[in-house]
């Protein structure tokens, strides 16, 4: 990380996350093709996910985080 405090630019994924990711996109985009609309990719689910919910990223009692829905 840079000193000036911005973040790195690529984030790596686990295989298993990057499966479960895989998996949603394909689920969405079936809905959106069904819908006429046009299918999105799987980095665009993820920065949605991160902007929409990092927002409710908390910190139990015992040190954990959780998500606060």
Known sequence: ?????????TLR????????LRKKC????????????QPI????????LLEKSVGYVEISE???LKLDL
Request: aromatic share 2%; proline share 2%; no cysteine.
């Open 1 to 9: 990380m840079k000193g000036d405090g911005s973040m790195p630019a």
């Open 13 to 20: 994924l686990t295989n298993a996350e990057q499966e479960l």
């Open 62 to 64: 015992s040190g954990e």
């Open 26 to 37: 394909i689920e969405i985009n079936k809905l959106l093709i069904k819908q006429g609309r």
């Open 41 to 48: 990719r799987d980095s665009e689910l993820a920065h949605f």
